[in-house]
């Protein structure tokens, strides 16, 4: 479940910031910055689902 989070979170975040990419046309900077949050935020809800 937690390795689900950090999945899904990445790969959401990281779609969001390939859609600015296009958008903008950024040079894929976007897309890192999407999956850098992602990232956070999949761990983020793993500390506060599982930890004590």
């Known amino acids: 479940m937690a390795i689900g989070y950090l999945i899904a979170g990445m790969s959401v975040w ?11 046309d950024l040079g894929g900077v976007p897309i890192g910055i999407g999956a850098v949050v ?3 935020g999949g761990i983020y809800l793993i500390v506060r689902r599982l930890g004590a």
């Open 14 to 24: 990281g779609f969001i910031g390939w859609l600015v990419d296009r958008r903008f």
């Open 38 to 40: 992602g990232a956070a």
